[in-house]
């Protein structure tokens, strides 16, 4: 069943009766899953269920909305494919959240070549308030000179340094990330931005090339200059595609490689 895509009525449901186009313009149809599926995401972004937090069933939401059962099932399938809830058998739905093992591990493509993957070791370099560099700030979609959060960081495994990263996050939403509160915190990085910032990463795009590690990149690896690294730049997004990370890591990969399950 299709209906056109429309604005939620105040009650919540799909309204009837949309779909008028301007003129010279075609309308835009779309199932009547994908409305209500549009719909839960505006209760995500808005924080009406918090990460962690289990979300109404799907008779209650059946009833919310308007629509049948399945419809609604339909919505959270999509939902559930794409990291955004998590179905518990004989629980619920919840709302996904990187405090989850899982979610920590589909973040991070580094997995070692024996053994299973396990958290990294942190030493955080350096952290401190900058004006976004012009293609930062491109990335992020800010303006050129905005205030960015810098972060600079080695991670290690079984105490082998392995990873550089440097980090851009918007000054704006990050206000008071300090490199103490980084230090103190034990969890995930990206459970830290969940928790303390109302930022949840959603989705990340990459860029991935070979090349050779620089006089200070091998120094804070310890290997030798020109050693292969591999180049991961990522830009991650939160709710409605906002882009609120970039990330560039230099990876070791003598004892580890990348992986990326295609689906």
Same mark, same amino acid.
Do not use: C
């Given at each position: 069943?299709?209906?056109?895509?429309?604005?939620?009525?105040?009650?919540?449901?799909?309204?009837?009766?949309?779909?008028?186009?301007?003129?010279?313009?075609?309308?835009?149809?779309?199932?009547?899953?994908?409305?209500?599926?549009?719909?839960?995401?505006?209760?995500?972004?808005?924080?009406?269920?918090?990460?962690?937090?289990?979300?109404?069933?799907?008779?209650?939401?059946?009833?919310?909305?308007?629509?049948?059962?399945?419809?609604?099932?339909?919505?959270?399938?999509?939902?559930?494919?794409?990291?955004?809830?998590?179905?518990?058998?004989?629980?619920?739905?919840?709302?996904?959240?990187?405090?989850?093992?899982?979610?920590?591990?589909?973040?991070?493509?580094? &997995?070692?070549?024996?053994? $299973?993957?396990?958290?990294?070791?942190?030493? *955080?370099?350096?952290?401190? /308030?900058? !004006? =976004?560099? %012009?293609?930062?700030?491109?990335?992020?979609?800010?303006?050129?000179?905005?205030?960015?959060?810098?972060?600079?960081?080695?991670?290690?495994?079984?105490?082998?340094?392995?990873?550089?990263?440097?980090?851009?996050?918007?000054?704006?939403?990050?206000?008071?990330?300090?490199?103490?509160?980084?230090?103190?915190?034990?969890?995930? &990085?990206?459970?830290?931005? $969940?928790?303390?910032?109302?930022?949840?990463? *959603?989705?990340?795009?990459? /860029?991935? !090339? =070979?090349? %050779?590690?620089?006089?200070?990149?091998?120094?804070?690896?310890?290997?030798?200059?020109?050693?292969?690294?591999?180049?991961?730049?990522?830009?991650?997004?939160?709710?409605?595609?906002?882009?609120?990370?970039?990330?560039?890591?230099?990876?070791?990969?003598?004892?580890?490689?990348?992986?990326?399950?295609?689906?």
């Amino acid at each position: 069943m299709s209906s056109a895509t429309s604005n939620p009525t105040s009650n919540g449901a799909p309204s009837a009766g949309a779909g008028a186009a301007a003129p010279g313009t075609s309308p835009t149809f779309s199932p009547l899953y994908q409305q209500i599926k549009a719909l839960i995401l505006q209760s995500l972004q808005s924080g009406e269920w918090k990460p962690g937090e289990l979300i109404p069933s799907e008779v209650e939401l059946a009833n919310r909305f308007k629509v049948s059962q399945g419809t609604v099932r339909k919505a959270i399938d999509e939902l559930a494919a794409e990291n955004l809830v998590v179905r518990r058998q004989g629980k619920g739905t919840f709302v996904a959240t990187h405090h989850e093992a899982r979610a920590q591990f589909r973040f991070l493509r580094l &997995m070692p070549d024996a053994g $299973e993957p396990h958290y990294a070791d942190n030493n *955080i370099l350096e952290v401190k /308030r900058l !004006r =976004a560099p %012009a293609e930062v700030a491109r990335q992020l979609d800010i303006k050129s000179g905005d205030s960015v959060i810098f972060i600079k960081r080695v991670q290690s495994f079984d105490g082998a340094p392995t990873i550089v990263e440097e980090l851009w996050l918007p000054g704006v939403i990050f206000k008071g990330l300090t490199a103490e509160r980084l230090v103190e915190y034990k969890g995930p &990085m990206y459970g830290l931005f $969940e928790t303390e910032f109302g930022t949840r990463m *959603i989705r990340a795009s990459e /860029r991935i !090339r =070979a090349v %050779a590690a620089d006089e200070p990149t091998a120094e804070l690896l310890n290997v030798a200059q020109n050693t292969p690294l591999l180049s991961v730049e990522r830009v991650s997004y939160t709710y409605g595609d906002k882009p609120v990370e970039v990330r560039r890591g230099l990876y070791l990969t003598e004892n580890h490689h990348y992986q990326n399950d295609l689906s």
